[in-house]
């Protein structure tokens, strides 16, 4: 399969394609390496099965005991031989109608875990190749939007388990079973017309179903019309006050709401057609089953007891069926929320390791790009022959203007994607030849934008190595300068830092996110604009926590304001993805090119 594009979006399929998403579940109801599952599914299906032949046997019982019933008609206490035998009748038919009960419930018992342990192995599957993905892949998708995706998916395997399993496909059985045991017990008739009156009443439902659906679409389609504009009104109160617009807006919401009206009135309307429809084929069936027996009976083949069976046997299976046109809705929703989720697990990343790809070994941290190429859209280039050689514990800055493709350099060093052209190694080792996993440990972080966990600031620190001691996370924490602020703080390190830390000021989450990268203690640490977004109070006060973490290991220091960057070993000025000029401060100052132009507009900018 090609790796995925903005075009991989998972689209509704034929029936057919979805079964076969279904079926892929069957690993999951057959694990190899648990053989209690196994067992535990096998015997839930063989419960199934003989839940429905008790089922269809119990009524027999029942017809037996009115035929005794008329054939004793002078026998006057239950306790003659007469009595007991039509008392024996009765209880056989309760005890078996009890046993199905018992026969579900075990069933329950036996597979609850089976299905449980299904929906959570899919579920963690599916989020673990999420996170195989490529970083391409999620800036082109909503987060939101794949959550859904696996929210349904797993949801929609509960569903078809107890609707196909344990609701429709036993019906169908029922249905298999009852139709045998007429024609052996009675005649071939009585079996032709159950069987041909169920068929008729599923064609008849699915077929009215599907009409259905669209007056339901244009429903929640109206639905979700009014309810939006419900809450754009609302959202935009003083708007609507300041221009006296109430009754404007009323106007739009009752309009919308109007449309659902009509909508609503029509879907209940075709729901009634359906249910008149589905009404009308069950009782016909029935009506054409009684005149036969009745006929049986007039003519001496069949008793009165034979009728109460065929009528009590029709009604059990009719029951299940009363919900098939919701069933059927929803099990064909569900196997395309599956078929989705499923989509997701096809779809192969971008970036994969090779197959003889090592862990690279321990690094110094030396860095060289050479003749690199790189683009994000096949026509239009980002780095252009991009050459550059970074010493172990060296400093290299690189600078430039907006779009010059200075942030892409760590996206590639990181590998979340692979060059078009030339080659990146790390202490000599080709970064395609190693693996993904191994690459980004030595590798430290401090980005321009830092995004933390909705959870404690202790975790958040501890992010990069959960194993770390509190010792180990306070003395981090003194290195980026934040401790003190931490522990006075009334929780301390169990203090939340609320969604994307946004209980924390910009300058307190870059000590959080310096914190972290040192408790990672890499070889090789990027600093990615990390003061751009501060202002210059802030930017100075933890300039010397960035010193401190950038203190004998290589780094990487993508800059915006070049100030920080003075006393850097070595500084690249790209523009349009090519390197403009290499050197120190001092040396590209007196060269008057792009660094001293880029200078001289930042000292202009200093009020």
Same mark, same amino acid.
């Given at each position: 399969?090609?790796?995925?594009?903005?075009?991989?979006?998972?689209?509704? =399929?034929?029936?057919?394609?979805?079964?076969?998403?279904?079926?892929?579940?069957?690993?999951?109801?057959?694990?190899?390496?648990?053989?209690?599952?196994?067992?535990?599914?096998?015997?839930?299906?063989?419960?199934?099965?003989?839940?429905?032949?008790?089922?269809?046997?119990?009524?027999?019982?029942?017809?037996?005991?009115?035929?005794?019933?008329? #054939?004793?008609?002078?026998?006057?206490?239950?306790?003659?031989?007469?009595?007991?035998?039509?008392?024996?009748?009765?209880?056989?038919?309760?005890?078996?109608?009890?046993?199905?009960?018992?026969?579900?419930?075990?069933?329950?018992?036996?597979?609850?875990?089976?299905?449980?342990?299904?929906?959570?192995?899919?579920?963690?599957?599916?989020?673990?190749?999420?996170?195989?993905?490529?970083?391409?892949?999620?800036?082109?998708?909503?987060?939101?939007?794949?959550?859904?995706?696996?929210?349904?998916?797993?949801?929609?395997?509960?569903?078809?388990?107890?609707?196909?399993?344990?609701?429709?496909?036993?019906?169908?059985?029922?249905?298999?079973?009852?139709?045998?045991?007429?024609?052996?017990?009675?005649?071939?008739?009585? %079996?032709?017309?159950?069987?041909?009156?169920?068929?008729?009443?599923?064609?008849?439902?699915?077929?009215?179903?599907?009409?259905?659906?669209?007056?339901?679409?244009?429903? #929640?389609?109206?639905?979700?019309?009014?309810?939006?504009?419900?809450?754009?009104?609302?959202?935009?109160?003083?708007?609507?006050?300041?221009?006296?617009?109430?009754?404007?807006?009323?106007?739009?919401?009752?309009?919308?709401?109007?449309?659902? =009206?009509? %909508?609503?009135?029509?879907?209940?309307?075709?729901?009634?057609?359906?249910?008149?429809? /589905?009404?009308?084929?069950?009782?016909?069936?029935?009506?054409?089953?009684?005149?036969?027996?009745?006929?049986?009976?007039?003519?001496?083949?069949?008793?009165? $007891?034979?009728?109460?069976?065929?009528?009590?046997?029709?009604? /059990?299976?009719?029951?299940?069926? #009363?919900?098939?046109?919701?069933?059927?809705?929803?099990?064909?929703?569900?196997?395309?929320?599956? @078929?989705?989720?499923?989509?997701?697990?096809?779809?192969?990343?971008?970036?994969?390791?090779?197959?003889?790809?090592?862990?690279?070994?321990?690094?110094?941290?030396?860095?060289?790009?050479?003749?690199?190429?790189?683009?994000?859209?096949?026509?239009?280039?980002?780095?252009? #022959?991009?050459?550059?050689?970074?010493?172990?514990?060296?400093?290299?800055?690189?600078?430039?203007?907006?779009?010059?493709?200075?942030?892409?350099?760590?996206?590639?060093?990181?590998?979340?994607?692979?060059?078009?052209? $030339?080659?990146?190694?790390?202490?000599? /080792?080709?970064?395609?030849?190693?693996?993904?996993?191994?690459?980004?440990?030595?590798?430290?972080?401090?980005?321009?934008?830092?995004?933390?966990?909705?959870?404690?600031?202790?975790?958040?620190?501890?992010?990069?190595?959960?194993?770390?001691?509190?010792?180990?996370?306070?003395?981090?924490?003194?290195?980026? =300068?934040?401790?003190?602020?931490?522990?006075?703080?009334?929780?301390?390190?169990?203090?939340?830092?609320?969604?994307?830390?946004?209980?924390?000021?910009?300058? @307190?989450?870059?000590?959080?996110?310096?914190?972290?990268?040192?408790?990672?203690?890499?070889?090789?640490?990027?600093?990615?604009?990390?003061?751009?977004?501060?202002?210059?109070?802030?930017?100075?006060?933890?300039?010397?926590?960035?010193?401190?973490?950038?203190?004998?290991?290589?780094?990487?220091?993508?800059?915006?304001?070049?100030?920080?960057?003075?006393?850097?070993?070595?500084?690249?000025?790209?523009?349009?993805?090519?390197?403009?000029?290499?050197?120190?401060?001092?040396?590209?100052?007196?060269?008057?090119?792009?660094?001293?132009?880029?200078?001289?507009?930042?000292?202009?900018?200093?009020?």
């Amino acid at each position: 399969m090609p790796p995925q594009s903005k075009h991989d979006t998972p689209s509704e =399929q034929s029936l057919g394609y979805q079964l076969k998403s279904f079926f892929r579940l069957w690993p999951y109801l057959w694990p190899k390496d648990k053989l209690g599952f196994k067992v535990r599914t096998f015997l839930a299906l063989i419960l199934t099965i003989a839940g429905q032949f008790i089922l269809v046997g119990a009524p027999f019982f029942l017809g037996r005991s009115v035929d005794a019933v008329k #054939n004793s008609e002078g026998v006057t206490s239950v306790f003659s031989q007469a009595g007991l035998m039509i008392t024996a009748l009765i209880l056989g038919y309760g005890g078996l109608r009890f046993v199905s009960i018992l026969i579900s419930e075990m069933r329950e018992y036996l597979f609850t875990p089976v299905g449980q342990f299904a929906q959570r192995s899919v579920a963690t599957a599916t989020f673990a190749h999420l996170h195989k993905l490529s970083l391409r892949y999620h800036l082109e998708k909503r987060t939101g939007g794949l959550s859904r995706v696996i929210e349904r998916g797993i949801r929609s395997i509960d569903f078809l388990f107890r609707f196909l399993l344990f609701n429709i496909g036993p019906t169908l059985l029922q249905l298999a079973i009852a139709g045998v045991a007429f024609w052996v017990a009675y005649s071939w008739e009585f %079996a032709a017309i159950a069987v041909s009156t169920v068929i008729l009443y599923i064609w008849f439902t699915v077929t009215t179903t599907e009409w259905r659906l669209k007056f339901r679409r244009t429903m #929640n389609a109206k639905d979700t019309d009014a309810n939006a504009k419900a809450i754009d009104s609302l959202l935009n109160y003083e708007t609507v006050k300041y221009f006296s617009a109430e009754g404007f807006e009323t106007g739009r919401y009752d309009h919308a709401m109007e449309g659902y =009206q009509q %909508a609503a009135i029509k879907s209940r309307s075709s729901l009634a057609t359906v249910n008149i429809g /589905q009404s009308f084929l069950m009782n016909f069936g029935l009506i054409a089953m009684m005149l036969l027996a009745a006929q049986f009976i007039l003519t001496g083949r069949m008793t009165i $007891g034979a009728m109460t069976t065929i009528t009590l046997v029709m009604m /059990q299976v009719y029951r299940p069926l #009363n919900i098939l046109g919701f069933a059927y809705r929803e099990i064909k929703q569900a196997l395309t929320d599956m @078929e989705k989720m499923f989509a997701l697990l096809d779809l192969q990343p971008e970036v994969k390791d090779k197959p003889d790809a090592i862990a690279i070994a321990p690094a110094g941290g030396a860095i060289s790009f050479e003749d690199v190429d790189f683009h994000y859209e096949a026509d239009r280039s980002i780095l252009k #022959n991009v050459s550059f050689d970074v010493k172990p514990g060296d400093t290299i800055a690189v600078v430039g203007p907006t779009g010059a493709g200075k942030s892409t350099l760590s996206r590639i060093l990181f590998r979340f994607y692979d060059i078009a052209g $030339g080659k990146v190694t790390v202490d000599g /080792q080709d970064i395609q030849d190693v693996t993904q996993e191994s690459l980004r440990k030595i590798i430290g972080i401090v980005p321009q934008d830092t995004v933390l966990f909705n959870d404690t600031i202790g975790y958040n620190i501890a992010y990069a190595n959960p194993d770390a001691s509190e010792a180990e996370i306070a003395a981090v924490a003194s290195a980026a =300068q934040i401790h003190d602020f931490i522990m006075s703080l009334p929780e301390g390190y169990e203090t939340k830092v609320g969604e994307r830390g946004l209980k924390l000021s910009g300058g @307190e989450k870059q000590r959080v996110a310096i914190a972290r990268a040192l408790l990672k203690d890499p070889a090789i640490l990027i600093l990615d604009e990390a003061t751009s977004a501060l202002d210059s109070v802030t930017e100075h006060s933890i300039q010397d926590a960035l010193d401190a973490a950038a203190r004998n290991r290589t780094t990487l220091v993508i800059a915006h304001r070049l100030s920080t960057i003075v006393g850097a070993d070595k500084i690249i000025a790209l523009r349009d993805g090519q390197v403009a000029e290499i050197g120190t401060h001092s040396e590209l100052l007196a060269k008057e090119g792009l660094y001293a132009e880029l200078w001289s507009q930042q000292e202009l900018e200093v009020p």
